[in-house]
């Protein structure tokens, strides 16, 4: 998985490299950027869903509307068994939820438009730990990633804020493996020299 998302954000960067006047990582929206991501994560997958609502989420007490939340990619041998998906004559035909791997994408840019990207910081700290705890809470998900992709001003900028980060989320005793990182060089017009992707193990709590 790990070299699937480093070979699909490759293709990107020299296809990017190759327009006149050449363009960046930089100049694609966080919406294409992730779009993106999701196809080259299922790559040699049977069949890939996105934007699927979270399987064993259940509405609090007095909200019964409340929607779940939904995750980035999934991947499966089949179509996945949805909520309300009721068993039937092709019941055995569809995938369930346990067989199937959860992946929630998640990008941070350091530089944005030439200047220190805000929302930075917050990627860590607040938006993968709440991914994290979202894939381990779930009863129905048993094989579960988390996917990054970082911008930043150098490899080892990227690096070092993932390495923090996993040690943020252990500390918080969130069940996160060793992510295996792969790096690339990006044509620096905005600020970010480097795009770091990783795919992190996420275990049931």
């Not at 609502?53 to 980035?72: I, L, N, T, V």
């Not at 060793?178 to 905005?190: E, K």
Request: aromatic letters at 4%; glycine letters at 6%.
């Amino acid at each position: 998985m790990a070299d699937q998302l480093h070979a699909g954000i490759a293709h990107l960067i020299t296809r990017l490299a190759e327009l006149d006047p050449p363009a960046s990582l930089d100049d694609v929206s966080d919406r294409e950027l992730l779009a993106h991501a999701s196809t080259a994560l299922g790559t040699g997958a049977a069949w890939t869903g996105t934007d699927l609502p979270y399987p064993g989420f259940e509405a609090p007490a007095g909200k019964a509307r409340a929607k779940p939340p939904r995750c980035s990619v999934v991947l499966a041998s089949r179509d996945v068994q949805g909520a309300h998906d009721a068993p039937g004559l092709f019941a055995e035909s569809m995938s369930t939820p346990e067989e199937a791997c959860w992946v929630e994408l998640v990008l941070a840019r350091e530089w944005r438009q030439c200047e220190q990207c805000p929302r930075y910081a917050a990627a860590f700290t607040d938006r993968a730990m709440r991914m994290v705890a979202q894939l381990a809470t779930d009863e129905r998900i048993l094989h579960a990633r988390v996917a990054w992709i970082v911008m930043a001003s150098s490899e080892e900028r990227a690096r070092t804020d993932l390495a923090s980060w996993e040690q943020l989320a252990l500390a918080e005793g969130l069940p996160v493996g060793a992510p295996v990182i792969r790096s690339l060089p990006m044509q620096d017009l905005q600020g970010n020299a480097a795009c770091v992707t990783a795919i992190v193990p996420v275990q049931r709590l």
